[in-house]
């Protein structure tokens, strides 16, 4: 197998994002209020991001410093360019989806087919940038470094430090606006969803790309990129100096990258008739091309077909959490009519049912990913050679995550039909403009459900195969549940996802609190604006978004960072090892239940809307909109959340194991 | 030491609970009105207890089946033993509080300090009932027994599967019949809360004996018997054949009746000028009796203060965890602000604060529970030799509960005052009345947050002892994380409490649906309800609560007892290791959650109904109803039931600990 395949597809993957943007930028952006509108949320957005990008400058260069004092000089570099990389990926993609939303309100004049291509476009940007340097970051620093596994963790930290702080950072934001906007705009004002005289519509807008693009796209970078760390590492201690099966999973990943480009110009050929056909197609190709080209490299470098079935138990277990995220919230099934119905008693049922629904559905999930655990493991040969049945667990999560490119693009396409029907709206085009763009948006809702199953999924599984690679670095041959500070570790890293998910709660509430004001008092002071004779202050709302998640993703940010170091050096590596056993386990937890309870009471609001137990404005459409209110940051930033926070913590003991190992566990040696 | 210690201090505690009985039965029940309607809630009770009964009936001779057939005679007669002995202390606890209710409401006619004294020695009874059957059991089965350990685990069972129904069962009596009353009632009749028109009003009292009574005595009457048995199984390994050594924990327990007998008596005695000073006198002399006793015993049977140490440790655990519940709790302090403050923005921010506050008041009971247990540890000599580490653990379990038969005092306490404060509003007495029993009421809910600290604390720090004698059991020398089924275990343990928290919460909600709509059809069909004229169905709304309660009770119960038993046999003793690991983990955490969460909802409503944020009636407290009305399953039903479900599933595993290891692990079989 040629070494640098990887090299080439990663090249090949921005190459097609290129093009696309191109392609994007050359089509007509409307008229003169549309290019006005979409200049607001471009500017807003990227604000936000070089903000953004200032801060985090400061953490990387802090972090490296300590990382070149405590490890190694390419450990950092690594760091440094993993986090650079992420921060690409994120930059680049936004500033094409931001190029792309008002486009695609503008071909939307002009029928369905060429706006569906031009906002699937977009998302295939970001899709596309994600994996293309994902995997020529790692794969050049692999080969630079001297074909060494230990250097490449730090590519994985930097990716994870940038995604939490995108996640929470952008799932702030875009709370806060949203929250703003609707509670002083829809609820107090009267007035309808993005209109142009609300001050907070711009921000709203801004919200949907640095949350659910940039903040997404952040996530699944790291995601993709943990994987496969976790597999290469696994692998280069298991195939001593045999590069072919070493590099197995960064030549999966390659073939991921063709069958997503081939996936995304079959979706972006379809004459657009049926949108949801057109992005199922597309996966569907994606997924078959990655189980051929799968079946065929597992032969050719193993000799047999088990790597095969890991591949596969990922890429299924995957889909299969996806589908029981339909279930849990759709409308076409009882839970979602079960809290509709729940409604009508008032808002406190709603919120009992949502809970108990959002409690409820994590156990297929988990159970799926039991199965897709042992399944790898056992297939894999784990009963005799755990190396082996640990290498297959991580090969499942690398499996799961190699069509990430086809995955984001669908993702990253949902906020782009979103902000294009905020554009005609607040552009005043014609009724029709918006009802193209609301049936784009609302195929990208249904699957971005698979997706957020994936990203939960190869969450866990990654998390999990990090953690066997943290084992093998600190050379514990166990980590004893019967040892008191494991317990207590495992205590410790449980309650971690619940702390993170009242703070980042408590964060979003602050800042809407903050926008509440503000819109309120723009409302009151600048005269004539209810009429739409005077222009609101946008830059003003854009700038209290802004401030508020840098400002509040800090804490959680430092925290998911110092706790793992903390107690490695207090208590040691089993400690370690049973506080990011507990955090995984109830971080995977907690993410399943918010992201479905979120989505579930959101599309409870939506069913109620379309005239079910008294319609939009009835007793029981008040109790869902609280619901609704209740599971936005449930679903948009604590929930997301959840999964970059357990994988930040595992990797950051990844890269920190060997000073752990050497010098951790001072006050346990106190009693000694 | 005498061997006969604890069976003398066992009867002794019945002893007095019989005396204490005797008093109460004496006291005038005051006029016919009284009688009647005490009459009712008395009938009620007792007549849910023993439909439930019957049903724990076949439950127990099922279970006691297998235990004969797959481990020994001997195990089976003592898991019989500790269920009928819970059941007894359960009976006989809520037979003397449904009679003390109505006579601590005839003596409050007559001033504050007789009915002090009535309520408490109600409350005092259930305490002494729990303490004096779980030592008086325990001793005579080791003893009877031939001074094996190996049986008296089946005692454990037996306590832990009634607790687990007596808990799941009365918190869905009690919360249906809560909701119902208060619905329909209070907000759509607009009557006052303990009206007699309202046909849930008895209901409504009722289950206020059968949850807040019955179900935490045998909440406690299990944690009590399971630290002991933790303890004993551990001791015995330890200690061969040292008799004194290995009864230390039961001469601990001795040591804590008589400490808590005269704590009892000094808070009877109090001229009652202060009912929250005579409740804390008896606490603090209880408490620090033991502790004295504790410093003796200490150092004349291990020759040191090392156990004392342990001991000591496990009640300033406990304490801590009390006092911090206070403060997320309780109204002087700024969380329960907080949520009345966002109650002004509607119910989804009261819904969020809440919810944050919860997720965030775990923090500081985990680390006193991980401070705890690596003390208890350390100080025992665990760094040198795990086992004796291990029983330092179970000893701060043994210490925190020693004074069990105080904090079940102090706990029952509670209801029996409110219990008086509705029969006196139901017989329309002078509301001079009703103030004094409000008086005691309002002291017993602050005391009652120290109970709860203790309740969880104890729970983590006995399912963590009985885990340890588990591993023991199965010969276990390591359950090591990195076993990929350790970690599934642990996965799919984590997820129990989730889906036993969805399964209890949705059984509250079908509960009070039937409830509100047979309430709404007595308002509708019997003339002159509202008048006062004719007299409600109240048997009607006490069977529906009933029939609810038992059968919802069935699917959490079988599943807390069938799922540990399942993945053992499948995956095997590391798996269930796991499973427990991740159970009690998670567990904790949702348990302090769920309880914290309620509280401060519940205190946020009263705090807004003392005249902030706009009183009574404003839309601060519309929101702050529906927080407290999400948050009423969660402090009663599900919150409490997650501590006996960690404790259940624990002690599971220990009686089949030896079939699961010479049986279990199946389907592993099947890859070898």
């Known amino acids: 197998m040629n070494t640098y395949l990887p090299i080439i597809c990663g090249i090949l993957a921005l190459l097609f994002a290129f093009v696309f943007s191109n392609e994007i930028t050359k089509e007509s952006s409307g008229n003169d209020r549309m290019k006005e509108i979409a200049g607001y949320i471009h500017e807003g957005a990227m604000a936000f991001l070089i903000t953004e990008y200032k801060y985090l400058a400061i953490f990387i260069i802090v972090v490296a410093i300590v990382i070149v004092l405590a490890i190694s000089f390419q450990t950092a570099v690594c760091f440094v360019f993993g986090a650079i990389f992420s921060i690409f990926a994120g930059y680049f993609g936004m500033r094409v989806a931001t190029k792309a939303n008002v486009r695609t309100a503008e071909a939307a004049r002009h029928g369905q087919s ?82 142009p005289r609300n001050p907070a519509v711009i921000a709203d807008n801004v919200g949907d790309n640095v949350g659910d693009v940039a903040g997404m796209g952040a996530d699944l970078f790291e995601s993709y990129v943990g994987s496969i760390i976790s597999a290469l590492t696994l692998g280069y201690f298991l195939f001593t100096n045999d590069q072919t099966k070493i590099m197995f999973p960064l030549t999966l990943a390659s073939i991921g990258i063709i069958a997503s480009i081939i996936g995304i110009l079959f979706a972006r050929k379809s004459k657009g008739e049926n949108p949801q056909k057109a992005l199922n197609t597309g996966t569907y190709i994606g997924g078959i091309l990655v189980i051929i080209g799968a079946f065929i490299l597992s032969n050719k470098v193993f000799g047999d077909y088990k790597a095969f079935g890991a591949i596969l138990a990922g890429l299924v277990v995957g889909t299969l959490i996806g589908k029981v995220t339909e279930i849990y919230t759709a409308d076409e099934y009882k839970y979602v009519k079960k809290i509709a119905k729940q409604s009508e008693t008032g808002p406190a049922t709603t919120i009992i049912s949502g809970l108990a629904v959002g409690m409820y559905s994590t156990m297929m999930p988990i159970i799926f990913i039991a199965v897709g655990v042992l399944f790898s493991f056992y297939i894999m040969g784990g009963a005799s050679d755990i190396s082996m049945g640990l290498y297959g667990i991580s090969l499942a999560a690398v499996g799961m995550l190699s069509t990430t490119g086809l995955t984001v693009a669908v993702d990253a396409y949902g906020p782009i039909a979103d902000n294009a029907g905020g554009i005609a709206e607040m552009s005043e085009l014609p009724s029709s403009v918006r009802d193209i763009t609301d049936k784009l948006d609302s195929v990208g809702n249904t699957t971005a459900a698979i997706g957020k199953g994936f990203a939960i999924g190869s969450a866990a599984l990654t998390a999990l195969a990090l953690f066997a690679s943290y084992a093998q670095k600190t050379e514990l041959s166990a980590i004893n549940l019967l040892t008191p500070v494991t317990l207590v570790g495992l205590l410790l890293g449980a309650m971690l996802p619940f702390l993170f998910g009242s703070l980042t709660m408590e964060s979003v509430g602050k800042a809407a609190n903050e926008m509440i004001e503000e819109v309120r008092r723009q409302f009151k002071n600048i005269p004539g604006i209810m009429e739409g004779k005077a222009k609101p202050d946008y830059k003003k709302c854009v700038d209290i978004s802004t401030a508020a998640a840098l400002k509040e993703m800090v804490l959680p940010g430092i925290l998911a960072i110092v706790v793992p170091l903390a107690i490695g050096m207090l208590l040691g590596t089993e400690a370690l090892g049973g506080l990011i056993a507990g955090a995984v386990s109830s971080g995977v937890l907690m993410a399943i239940l918010m992201a479905n309870a979120g989505g579930a009471w959101d599309n409870a609001k939506k069913y109620i809307e379309g005239g079910v137990h008294g319609g939009k404005g009835s007793d029981a459409h008040k109790a869902a909109v609280v619901g609704d209110t209740v599971g936005d940051p449930f679903k948009d930033t604590s929930g997301p959340a959840m999964n970059i926070l357990i994988k930040l913590m595992t990797i950051v003991s990844l890269v920190f194991a060997g000073v752990i190992a050497s010098h951790g566990g001072i006050l346990l040696n106190l009693f000694k």
Chains 1, 2 share one sequence.
């Open 114 to 195: 060429k706006a569906l291509k031009i906002a699937f476009s977009g998302g295939a940007v970001m899709g596309l940038s994600v994996v293309g340097l994902g995997i020529l970051g790692l794969t050049v620093f692999y080969l630079a470094f001297g074909n060494d596994v230990n250097f490449i963790t730090g590519f994985g930290l930097g990716a994870s430090s940038i995604a939490l702080f995108a996640r929470v950072g952008g799932g702030i934001y875009t709370k806060a606006a949203d929250v703003g906007a609707d509670l002083v705009g829809k609820v107090e004002a009267g007035i309808p969803e993005d209109d």
